[in-house]
């Protein structure tokens, strides 16, 4: 498998796609059901928030460290799959056990581990795409990874809404079989990984080096964070941490609709969890459909110009849902921000690795995490509190909103970020997706 530096390699993509895919799987069904579980045990929303926030509180602390590790280690089996292949199954056991829990304690216990070991092998498994891809071809790569994102969001609202509503119909406890599907599709993932995926040909190996000579140089990497900012000029530092904050302000709009709108969806609109969860699916699917297109509309006219756009898309969406409660309007609203939103979320990683080079990615993706994960410690604390004065869930499309207009003023000064236009058109995609 090989990715040259004017050619994107569809296949190669596809495949290593696959961890994200496992990855937005399991948050996607975690945010959709675990605050559903929660309910059973507390009442207050902000106590939920507080519980929902464990996992960010994690990736704040861990996925920087863990991403720092992955560009340091050195195994046969690469820099990052380490990681990925003890992870996955960790998380998969975890995972399947969250419905079968019979007490806050139990439930707490386990969230616990399956939230630190999704931190462990999260950025090293985003770090795989960068590493196989050359710069000027990420935004259109990183279409394709959140295009199988996408796909793993589908999978976890719309098929685990529909097998919610199966189960409990016969049980009464809709909530085994989603979350047993979901772990089946995460191992699902790794064997894909484990068979498909040859990562150091192309990591450590695609440019010379050998394992160790980067080894001699590791006495530096204490220094390593404080290196990787020093070969910035003031005016890309400055260009980085805009883009950071940007993260963090749409994520906080974005985490909240994540994790309470179906919570929104049961209290206001009046569906059963499983029809709010299959109507969340409708932003998912249109992710999914314009994933791979924002990539390439983000090589062709700049990744800060196609963020702009999808912010200011999403804006003027939500907008109308602050002051109404319709089922259908909810719907088309929804439908047309997954288009927005694959605007914004595609073309942002990208950005913060072109300011990496290429030795530091594990860790400059550490960085984005950081920034969105804090953002996901902040938004389910901050809107529960917001919505337990308001009385009622019709703020959250409020509160959405102004975060996404906090994150549309950061960009616009954006001056950094971008890689020469290198476009691969969608024919040289479909004509790509038999290579080697």
Known sequence: MKTTENKLNVKVTLLLSFGFFASSIAWSMYNAYVPQILENYLTSTTLIGLIMVIDNVFGVIFQPLFGTLSDKTRSRFGKRMPYIFIGIPICAAAFALIPYTNSLFSLMFVLIIFTFVMSAWRSPVVALMPDLTPGPLRSQANGIVNL???????????????????????????????????????????????????????????????????????????????????????????????????????????????????????????????????????????????????????????????????????????????????????????????????????????????????????????????????SQIVSPILFGFIRDIAGHYMVLFLYSCIAFALALVSLFFVRHGEDEPQVTSAVEVLDNMGDD
């Open 148 to 374: 199988m994102g996408g796909l793993g969001g589908v999978f976890a609202f719309l098929l685990g809404g529909i097998l919610f509503n199966i189960w409990f119909q016969r049980t009464g406890n809709g909530f085994p079989l989603p979350f047993m599907m979901s772990s089946a599709m995460m191992v699902l993932a790794l064997i894909v990984l484990i068979f498909f995926v040859r990562e150091p040909a192309h990591a450590y190996y695609r440019k010379g080096l050998q394992p160790d000579i980067e080894a001699d140089a590791a006495k530096d990497d204490k220094s390593n964070t404080a290196k990787a900012k020093l070969t910035l000029s003031k005016e890309e530092i400055k260009s980085l941490l805009l883009i950071l904050f940007g993260i963090f302000f749409w994520f906080t709009g974005y985490n909240a609709l994540e994790t309470f709108f179906t919570l929104y969806a049961t209290n206001t609109l009046s569906m059963s969890p499983g029809d709010a969860s299959i109507t969340l699916a409708i932003f998912s699917l249109t992710f999914l459909a314009f994933a791979v297109p924002a990539g390439f509309i983000g090589a062709r006219i700049g990744r800060r110009k196609a963020i702009l756009i999808g912010l200011t898309g999403l804006i003027v969406l939500f907008a109308p849902m602050i002051f109404f409660a319709n089922v259908w309007l909810v719907r088309i609203c929804l439908f047309l921000g997954g288009f927005a939103w694959a605007m914004v979320n595609v073309n942002s990683l990208p950005m913060v690795v072109k300011l990496s080079g290429e030795t530091k990615i594990g860790t400059y993706i550490g960085y984005y995490y950081f920034f969105s994960f804090s």
